[in-house]
C-alpha cells in the first residue's frame, strides 16, 4: 500500500464529514477528504443547532460557532389574509443556564457559515478538501481499502486504511456496502425551502413571520448571513406542483407575494432546494473498514431538527474510536462499538421526531416543537458494552433518547460541567471549568476525593497509561484547605464552590472516580483503581 496517502478517506464535506475529518486531526490521524460538487454548499438548510451540539463544539475547541449562531426569534403567526398578529409564541422550550449546563439554549447557524468555520479550523492543520472530487467505488481488504476516485472525467486509484462516508442520503458509500434503507417517503410533507433577499413593508425582522398553515402557507425567518434583507423561507402547499416552484423564481416570488398580505420588493433568489419528508434509517453503520455517519446513514422528519445535530454526534462518537485503532492503542473490535451506541440512539430519534411530525400534522400547531427531549442532553450509552458503571442498578430499560435527569447519573450519560474550580499551585484567581479539560484525543479521570492522600493508589494506576491519551484531574471538596501539593496527576482542583460535586452527585467525604471520554461521554464510574483499569481494559490493547 502506498504509505504517503492518509490512512482515512473522508467522503462528503458537510458538516459530518468535516468534524469527522477535524476530530481525526485533532487526534493525530491525517485525512484526506473529497467532495463531489465544484464549490461549496450554499443554504441555511437546517440552521438549529442544540446544547448537546453546542458541547460538542466546545471539545473540538470551536467556539465560533456558539459566538456567530444567533437566538430564535419569537414566532409570529397571522390571522388569514392579514397582516393582524393571531399568535406570538417562543418556538424552543425556554431553559435557564446551570452550572453544569453552559449551553442552554439552542441557537440558529446556516450551514453554509458552519461549513465556512468548520473547513478554517481544518485549514489549521494543513487539510483542504478535494472538491470535484467523486467517489465511484472501492473495494477492501482485512488491509485497507481502494478507492476508485473520478475528477474532471479521469478516474484514479486511491489506497487507504478507512473510509467514512459522510456523502448524504443519496451518496455511494451506503449504497455500495448493500446496507438497506428503510422507512418510508411522506407525501404529505413537502415544501420548497430557500434563501431569499427581500423587503417587505411590516415584516419586522425581530420575528420570525409565519402566515398560512404547516400544510399551506410562506414561513419567513430572518437572517442577516445572507444579507441585511436575508430571509430563508419555507413554501408549504401539497395542492400545487412544489417541483416546478422550485425551478422557477417567478412562481416563488408570486406564491410568496399570494400568501403574505403586505407590498414586497424582492431583491434577489440566492439559493432553493424542494423537500420532501424522508423517514429512514441503514440497519448498520458499518461494514469493515468503511463507516457512514450523517445523512448517509439516517434521514428524518425537519421538526424538531435534530438531523445536522445527529450527524455531528454520529461523527464524533466514530472519530476518537477510529483514531485509537489506527494508532494502534485499541483493538478493531471497539468500531463495533460506534454501530452499538448510535443505532439506538437513532432509531428512538426517528421515532421521536416522526410524532412529532404527526402531531404537528394533525394540528397545525408547532407547539409540539417544544419538548425539553430536542436539546439532547439526555442522550446516552448506558446500554454500551463499553461504559463500566460499579453503582448503577442493573437491568433497567434502554431509552437512549431520553430527557436529561440531573438527580441521576449513569456512565454512558453525557458529563456535566462545572465552573470556577480552583487549581492547587497554579497561582491565578481564574476559575476553570470541567468542559475548559475535556478533549477529544484523550479521556479525562476525574478523582473526586476527600483528601490527596486518597487519590494516590488511583492515579498511580493511571502511570501505565500513555499520557498522551489518558489525563487525570483530582477534584478534591471546597472544605479542603491545600495551597500546593506535589501530584502526579495533570490537574489538582479544589471545588469552592460546590459545582462539581452537586453535578456529578458526589458527598463530601467519597470517593468517586470518573473516567470522561474523548467524546463527552462519562464512560466509567468506579470506586477506585481497579475499576479504572477494568474500564481501560474495555478500550485499550495492553501495548504500554
Request: one cysteine or more; proline letters at 6%; glycine letters at 8%.
Amino acid at each position: 500500500m502506498n504509505s504517503t496517502r492518509p490512512p482515512v478517506l473522508v467522503v462528503g464535506a458537510g458538516p459530518a464529514g468535516l468534524v469527522a475529518a477535524l476530530t481525526l486531526l485533532q487526534n493525530g490521524i491525517p485525512v484526506h477528504i473529497i467532495d463531489k460538487d465544484p464549490n461549496p454548499r450554499i443554504g441555511q438548510r437546517g440552521p438549529g443547532i442544540w446544547p448537546r451540539s453546542f458541547e460538542l463544539f466546545n471539545f473540538l475547541n470551536v467556539p465560533e460557532v456558539n459566538e456567530l449562531a444567533k437566538p430564535v426569534s419569537t414566532h409570529r403567526s397571522y390571522k388569514p389574509g392579514t397582516m393582524e398578529v393571531a399568535i406570538e409564541s417562543l418556538m424552543m422550550p425556554h431553559a435557564e443556564p446551570t452550572p453544569a449546563i453552559p449551553f442552554h439554549t439552542p441557537k440558529l447557524i446556516g450551514q453554509q457559515l458552519l461549513d465556512v468555520i468548520l473547513r478554517r479550523h481544518l485549514e489549521k492543520f494543513s487539510c483542504s478538501i478535494e472538491m470535484g472530487t467523486e467517489l465511484r467505488s472501492f473495494e477492501q481488504s482485512d488491509e485497507g481499502v481502494t478507492a476508485v476516485l473520478e475528477k474532471n472525467g479521469i478516474l484514479e486509484t486511491f489506497d487507504t486504511k478507512w473510509i467514512v462516508g459522510a456523502d448524504g442520503a443519496k451518496g455511494i458509500v451506503r449504497k455500495q456496502l448493500g446496507l438497506t434503507f428503510l422507512g418510508e417517503t411522506r407525501d404529505d410533507i413537502r415544501m420548497v425551502i430557500g434563501d431569499i433577499r427581500l423587503h417587505g413593508v411590516g415584516l419586522d425582522r425581530a420575528y420570525w413571520h409565519r402566515f398560512g398553515t404547516f400544510k399551506r402557507g410562506v414561513s419567513l425567518r430572518p437572517t442577516d448571513e445572507i444579507g441585511e434583507d436575508g430571509w430563508q423561507f419555507v413554501i408549504a402547499d401539497n395542492d400545487i406542483d412544489l417541483t416546478k416552484v422550485a425551478q422557477s423564481e417567478e412562481l416563488i416570488f408570486e406564491i410568496i407575494t399570494s400568501v403574505i398580505p403586505t407590498e414586497i420588493t424582492f431583491n434577489k433568489l440566492v439559493w432553493v432546494s424542494e423537500f420532501r419528508a424522508n423517514i429512514r434509517m441503514v440497519n448498520k453503520f458499518s461494514e469493515g473498514r468503511v463507516f457512514v455517519a450523517g445523512d448517509a446513514a439516517h434521514v428524518h422528519s425537519p421538526t424538531g431538527g435534530q438531523g445536522l445535530n445527529s450527524s455531528i454526534q454520529d461523527a464524533f462518537n466514530l472519530g476518537w474510536k477510529l483514531a485509537l485503532v489506527e494508532k494502534g492503542l485499541a483493538d478493531k473490535s471497539l468500531l463495533e462499538t460506534y454501530n452499538a451506541e448510535r443505532l439506538p440512539v437513532i432509531s428512538e430519534m426517528l421515532e421521536m421526531t416522526t410524532t412529532i411530525l404527526n402531531r404537528v400534522v394533525q394540528t397545525g400547531s408547532m407547539t409540539a416543537v417544544r419538548s425539553p427531549i430536542l436539546f439532547m442532553l439526555g442522550i446516552n450509552y448506558r446500554f454500551s458494552d463499553i461504559v463500566l458503571d460499579e453503582f448503577a442498578i442493573p437491568g433497567k430499560p434502554i431509552n437512549a433518547y431520553g430527557v436529561l435527569d440531573e438527580e441521576h447519573l449513569e456512565a454512558g450519560d453525557r458529563a456535566p460541567d462545572a465552573p470556577n474550580l480552583v487549581q492547587v499551585g497554579d497561582g491565578e484567581s481564574n476559575g476553570k471549568t470541567l468542559f475548559g479539560l475535556y478533549r477529544p484525543w484523550y479521556h479525562t479521570v476525574l478523582v473526586f476525593v476527600p483528601s490527596h492522600a486518597e487519590a494516590v493508589p488511583i492515579l498511580g494506576a493511571l502511570e501505565a497509561y500513555d499520557t498522551s491519551v489518558v489525563r487525570s484531574a483530582v477534584v478534591l471538596p471546597s472544605s479542603a484547605s491545600v495551597t500546593s501539593v506535589a501530584s502526579p496527576a495533570d490537574f489538582v482542583f479544589v471545588d469552592q464552590e460546590g459545582h462539581g460535586y452537586s453535578a456529578y452527585l458526589v458527598e463530601t467525604g467519597q470517593t468517586r472516580v470518573f473516567v470522561i471520554r474523548p467524546d463527552g461521554v462519562i464512560g466509567a464510574i468506579v470506586h477506585g483503581a481497579e475499576g479504572v483499569k477494568k474500564y481501560f481494559s474495555r478500550i485499550f490493547l495492553n501495548v504500554w
